[in-house]
């Protein structure tokens, strides 16, 4: 990313039908969450500074936007023309649902092909009291053999998750 203050950063979410990509997107836009299947694409959009807190980095003022897109489980792969320019890829799938963990593979040649993000954070996802069908050791090799980034969100600690996405940002526009 350049160096001049004004930045922009595009957060993809993607993920099968109920892997919690919009409770996601409502906690990091800071909006109510209601339980509604997304039909398109929703997207949001936070000043920078608001989101990371903070209105400078190395002397220089943040003053750019965050958009955030929250896709549509049911039809998602229709949704890759979107991908492009991405920098951060929030992917999630459900401990308790080994499909939403099997489509990841097909998520990652997409962003491969589609976007190249800088970033891909593979987010493991345990709400519920549904047992667990996909192991840690999975998730940890699937996300290195990858080159994403892995985060264990099973105790749904959102200020931890929080603070990893605000981190990845500000390396992004650093860069
Ligand atoms: N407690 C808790 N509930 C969650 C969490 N993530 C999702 N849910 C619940 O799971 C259901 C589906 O979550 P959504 O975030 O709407 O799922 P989605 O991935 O956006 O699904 P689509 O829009 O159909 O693709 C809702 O009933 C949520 O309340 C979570 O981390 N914690
Ligand atoms: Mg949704």
Known sequence: MNKSTEQCAKLLIIGDESSGKSYLGALISGSQYKYQQT??????TLELQN??????????????MLQILDTPGA??????????NTQIVLMLFKFSDKQSFTSCQIYAQRIKQCCQ???VILIGNAYGSSKPVVSI???????????????????????????????????????
């Open 39 to 44: 039909i398109g694409l929703d997207i949001s």
């Open 51 to 64: 989101y990371l807190q903070c209105d400078k980095i190395n002397g220089k003022l943040i003053s750019g």
């Open 75 to 84: 039809d998602t792969f229709s949704y890759s023309y979107y991908y492009k």
């Open 117 to 119: 993000a800088s970033y």
């Open 137 to 175: 050791d999975e998730a940890v090799n699937f996300a290195q053999f990858n080159g994403f980034q892995f985060f264990d969100w099973r105790h749904n600690n959102f200020n931890q998750l929080q603070t990893h996405i605000q981190n990845v940002i500000l390396k992004l526009i650093q860069d």
